[in-house]
């Protein structure tokens, strides 16, 4: 057949498999190299991270050791602190210990102010500095890891954290103290301050970096290893039987020089593990003896020499055996070479003081000082002198009685200083004379004052002569550890007062364990080197052993692999003999494969795929001699497509288990192309002729389109299930004796597993059948059911029950019950119903008061249509309106004016007075009551104009959602006759009342001449009837 595979050399076939195959294990092989290399470096990052954080928490507790609490109560967090001579000292120590190890940036003190918040108390920064932090400034980016470590008093390493600063990694230890309120911090649960430690982020990860060199150096060296490894390999493959000899080893020498590399990378490894166990032994052993040192320091400086200066205080003059006597205990202090009272004399007061010393007892005593030549001279030159008066012990000491020690320009600064903060000071180191000779030694001087306060007057110093050699050598251990005492002065190593070695072969720099103590004001560092007992306890011989064990397996490795390599060299050969064999046999299984309608794969024992026919070709994209050799997960690559992820090869399973595994209905397949199948697999082992496994063949079929329908399916259920749950559906199956055969998982959360139980019992709790169950009507008449049901377990919430009967594949009737929630449609009902009864009641109430107006009543809407009248405006005029409804109020009423104009009502110019329409309009334009508008109509009435006089009033009335106008229309023409009439007769009254007044005014004028006549003419008759009387008297 034409299809038949193409027949390969026994020469050829080895090397062209051979050759397919390398590039795909090397590309893999770097890959793992390369995430190796990746996990490694990780790895050496967290451990040097951890160490790290390790020894910057043991640096912050030792600087926190150093700091003495009671002090912290004079600090108030504030301005004020910068006048406070302890907040000037504690910034000096800091500065010291920043500029002792140049990683740390910041050291400072964290407090909380009365209201709650962090602040900063002292940092070591100059006040000059941009970042210097001043006393009482609110550390507002504090985190919450930070504010929980210091409220919780837990002792840790934070970061890297981001403040305005920088980024920083900080370590942070509490100091804790007696519950006291100090001034302006609040300490109420016992927390006076945080001593913090920064190291800057930069700074921390250059430190990983260089953790990450040698995991970097071995994983840059393997990979050349490996890609010249393959080009060789390759190149020797290409050439098969041309190949130079020396290619024949080249497995052995691949895997030497490889061993070699891991060797190196492995002994590097434990022996820096191997230190950092060293270390941390080492530390454990260091700090406890230099905290003994340091405790003897701490108590020297918070009780001894504090005491003897309360001693001083608390009496006006203390006699030299008195001194004495109370010193006598605490020479028992090996720091201290001797105790002594050091007053403060006056220049005006040098001869009686030394006059009252030589009558104490100390013969000959004077005041004196060294000249230039070393010689007893008078002490001179100064306003006040301060002598040695008092010692204890005396042995060797007495001869610096009288001595005066501001003459010694270091001790006079030390003094000063101590008299103008009223702290003890440590002087530098200085000469003072010993019955033994001269001898450098430093003074713990702490000031005197009368009354107890700094703001009295200086009485003098009591002092501490510190003896750093005895100290080191009666507080040493069992050995283990070569200590020494220096200072701490900026940048560099201590400044070296005293150690316990041989000067002439001191111990290296490294490691080291320094305590750092703050005493008298100066930055003591007490250190700790290994001794040789130390390193013969603990002897570095990892490193040594890893690369003797390294170098035995590298041997053993390059052993193995060039029996490995003649072994695989035979085997090609007599693989190559056999593939001539063997290809005669494969063409005609592959004629047979490619007749399959399936796609077949065949593998060996190892999972290698063997062949494949055509359709396994169109189905996973590899031809059969692109695959050929392959493992089978590179040609058959399986999911689960149920849950998205990887699953067994069912290759891998036959060739495991042995047995044949069945079809799946879930498994997808990815092609070489990146496209995804859903594919139907079936394997089966492939067994010899003692039923050993020797392979297995693999049947697939692609079932995307059936897989598709599905889930297409399954997606509509889905659907359909988040559908009924929205909108509260509920569906069960019920058969006729009114068993559940199915309820749908919503109402399962409800009312449980319905295995067993009948749908009355189940829903409703009943021993009996609802009486409005649909199940009997339905599976009687084969009809769908229709009825309502309560739900007393929900709430009593209402469902509308479609109940409808059908036949499953056995042919018995069952009925689906769909729930329908209705409960806000029957709310909505019943609002409905009760608004309904309202409108009625209201409808009601409306038509009776419209029929019992006394005046007529008239119902106009917007298009100025009559809509409704009562029977008194019926009889309006005589007119019929209520036969005219729906028509203009001038149609309705019998206008006469409508038929002026062909428009009809509203058109004629006597319209524009009609007080209908006027008051009709304002109603709707105002949208308010309109009262007592008086106006005419002429109304025909049978044939006749007839005017009919109205007072009216109008009111605005929604009806339906409609605006109407409801006019009262009252008839005042009866009223307006009466009232013509009545105007007619005041009239004809009040004309008769004139014609009776102009009568009643001729009538007074006419007796008032009827008077004025009488009146004259008695004048007239009486004046000649006296001239009568007179002449008749005479």
Known sequence: MSTLSPQLSSNDAPASIGSNRRPWFARVAFLLLLVGGGLLSWWMVARADREMREELLRQTRLAANAVNVEHLRS?????????????????????????????????????RTSSGELCFLVDNEPPDS??????????????????????????????????????????????VGPKAATPGVATADAVVAAMCVDIAAQTWNRDLARATVPA??????????????????RRRAVM?????????????????????????????????????????????????????????????????????????????HVTAS????????????????????????????????????????????????????????????????????HVSPRGGHERNIGYDLGSDASHRAALEEAARTGLAMATEPAVLEQEWGEQ???????????????????????????????????????????????????????????????????????????????????TFAVSAHPDADFAGLYPRRAARFTLLTGLMLTAALACVAAVTARRHAALERLVAERTAMLQRSEQWQSATLRSIGDGVIACDVEGRVERLNPMAEALTGWSAFEAAGRPIEDVFRVVDAQARDGQENPIRVVLRDGEPVRPTNHTAMITRLGTRRQIAESCAPIRDAARRVIGAVLVLRDVTQEHRRREELAEERRRLDFIMDVTRTGLDIVDAQFNLRYVDPGWQKIYGDPTGRKCYEYFMGKDSPCPTCGIPRALETRQTVVSEEVLPREDNRVVEVHTIPFQDAKGEWLVAEFNVDITARKRTEEALRAQKEQLARERANLEAMFEAAQVGVMLVDENARVVRVNDVLGRLGGNDVASRLNTQPGHALGCVHESE?????????ACRDCPIRKTATEVFRENRAVRNVEGTADLSVDGAVKRVCLTISGAPLVLDGLRHSLLSLVDITENKVIEEE????????????????????????ATRAKSEFLANMSHEIRTPMTAILGFSES
């Open 75 to 111: 600090l108030t967090g504030s301005e004020a602190d910068l006048r406070e001579p302890r907040y000037a000292r504690l910034k000096r120590h800091f500065a010291d210990l920043k500029h002792a190890d140049s990683r740390i940036r910041f050291v400072y003190l964290v407090g």
């Open 130 to 175: 941009k970042d210097c932090s001043p006393p009482g400034q609110v550390y507002e980016e504090a985190s919450e890891e930070f504010r929980h470590a210091f409220e919780s008093r837990t002792a840790t390493v934070l970061g890297p954290v981001v403040d305005r600063w920088g980024t920083w990694v900080t370590g942070l230890v509490p100091l």
């Open 216 to 233: 970097v150096l071995l994983t840059v060296a393997l990979a050349a290893i490996l890609v010249v490894g393959t080009v060789l390999l």
């Open 240 to 316: 098969a039987s041309r190949a130079p000899r020396w290619m024949e080893h080249l497995e052995p020498a691949l895997a030497a020089v490889a061993g070699l590399t891991l060797t190196v990378f492995a002994a590097d490894t434990a022996g820096r593990g191997e230190m950092v166990d060293r270390l941390n032994t080492f530390s454990q052993v260091a700090t406890g003896q230099t905290a003994a040192v340091a405790k003897t320091l701490d108590v020297l400086r918070s009780y001894q020499l504090e005491g003897l200066a309360r001693f001083h205080e608390g009496s006006s």
């Open 322 to 389: 008195e001194f004495a006597q109370y010193a006598a205990h605490l020479s028992q202090n090996p720091a201290v070479r001797a105790w002594a009272w050091v007053p403060a004399v006056s220049a005006a007061n040098v001869s009686r003081f030394e006059a009252e010393a030589c009558a104490s007892g100390l013969t000959d005593f004077t005041i004196w000082q060294k000249d230039t030549a070393g010689r007893r001279v008078p002490a001179t030159g100064r306003a006040v002198f301060f002598p040695v008066l």
């Open 440 to 522: 450098e030694v430093t003074l713990a001087v702490r000031p005197v004052f009368v009354g107890a306060s700094p703001t009295g007057r200086l009485r003098g110093f009591v002092l501490g002569v510190l003896d750093f050699e005895a100290l080191l050598r009666d507080t040493a251990g069992d050995g283990g550890a070569l200590m020494s005492v220096g200072v701490l002065r900026g940048a560099g190593e201590p400044e070296l007062l005293a150690a316990d070695w041989n000067p002439r072969s001191p111990p290296p720099a490294r490691p080291r364990v320094t305590h750092p103590v703050f005493l008298c004001g100066k």
């Open 901 to 909: 104009v062909p428009q009809g009502c509203g058109h004629a110019p």
């Open 982 to 1005: 009545l105007r007619q007769t005041v009239a004809a009254l009040e004309s008769a009342n004139r014609a009776l007044e102009d009568s009643n005014r001729r009538a007074e004028l």
